[in-house]
């Protein structure tokens, strides 16, 4: 069974960049989808990027909130069996906790998620 590992987390102020890792072990996760959530304190679990499996990818093969379209970038690095999640332009509303997850294809509802990693807190100040 695959485990999952983000990291990358940190404190930035508004504007700033910040780049996330999930880092697999286990098995390879070339042909699983990975999706990005977030949760602020007390709310919900919510869906931020997903990125297809490698041979979905011709289809496009990414998938965006609304809220981050155009400042994230969710890509994949075979060689590490890691994705990644780059964020730019980081507002104060995107402070969270950011976990990675499998799934058997792209969605942006958590319940279709497993394999869920421990997470890594991102907070941008104002």
């Known amino acids: 069974q695959v485990q999952l590992v983000e990291s990358g987390g940190g404190s930035v102020e508004n504007g700033k960049s910040l780049r996330l890792s999930c880092a697999a072990s286990?098995?390879?996760?070339?042909?699983?989808?990975i999706g990005w959530f977030r949760q602020a304190p007390g709310k919900e679990r919510k869906g931020v990027s997903c990125?297809?499996?490698?041979?979905?990818?011709?289809?496009?093969?990414?998938m965006y909130a609304e809220s981050v379209k155009g400042r994230f970038t969710i890509s994949r690095d075979s060689a590490k069996n890691t994705v990644y999640l780059q964020m730019n332009s980081l507002k104060p509303e995107d402070t969270g906790v950011y976990y990675c997850?499998?799934?058997?294809?792209?969605?942006?509802?958590?319940?279709?998620?497993?394999?869920w990693g421990q997470g890594t807190q991102v907070t941008v100040s104002s």
């Open positions: 997850a499998t799934t058997r294809k792209c969605a942006m509802e958590a319940f279709l998620y497993n394999n």
């Open positions: 286990g098995s390879t996760i070339d042909y699983t989808p």
């Open positions: 990125i297809a499996s490698i041979d979905e990818m011709t289809y496009g093969g990414t």
